[in-house]
C-alpha cells in the first residue's frame, strides 16, 4: 500500500524558516518524481514544486522560487521542503504527491493527509 505522511507543518512567525518531510511507503520510492503542492484558507490546489526521481533536477513555483527548496533522501525515502522567508501568502495545508509519470508532467497518483503551515505574528 501506497503511504505518503507529511510533518514538519507549524505556527510561524513572517521571515521564519520550515522544513516539512514526507515519508514514504509502499513503492519505490527513488522511481518517482515528487511534488509539493498546498491549498490556502478558501483556495484552490497550487503546485509548489517538483523533483527528478534522481533528485537532480528540480522546478519551482514563481512564488517560492528563492525562498523554497525541495529535495530529497532516496536513501531514507523521504521528500523534503525547507521554506525560508515565510510570507502570510504561504499559510496553508502542504502535501506531498506522487508524480508517476515525470518531475514535469503535472499529474498525481498518490498524496498525503497535508500538514499545516500558518505564517503569522
Known amino acids: 500500500e501506497v503511504q505518503l505522511v507529511e510533518s514538519g507543518g507549524a505556527l510561524v512567525q513572517p521571515g521564519g524558516s520550515l522544513r516539512l518531510s514526507c515519508a514514504a511507503s509502499?513503492?519505490?520510492?527513488?522511481?518517482?518524481?515528487m511534488s509539493w503542492v498546498r491549498q490556502a484558507p478558501g483556495k484552490g490546489l497550487e503546485w509548489v514544486s517538483a523533483?527528478?526521481?534522481?533528485?537532480?533536477?528540480?522546478i519551482y513555483a514563481d512564488s517560492v522560487k528563492g525562498r523554497f527548496t525541495i529535495s530529497r533522501d532516496n536513501a531514507e525515502n523521504t521528500l523534503y521542503l525547507q521554506m525560508n522567508s515565510l510570507k502570510p501568502e504561504d499559510t496553508a495545508v502542504y502535501f506531498c504527491?506522487?508524480?508517476?509519470?515525470?518531475?514535469?508532467?503535472?499529474?498525481?497518483?498518490?498524496w498525503g493527509q497535508g500538514t499545516q503551515v500558518t505564517v503569522s505574528s
Open positions: 523533483i527528478h526521481s534522481g533528485g537532480g533536477s528540480t
Open positions: 504527491a506522487r508524480r508517476p509519470v515525470s518531475y514535469l508532467t503535472p499529474n498525481y497518483d498518490y
Open positions: 509502499g513503492f519505490t520510492f527513488s522511481s518517482y518524481a
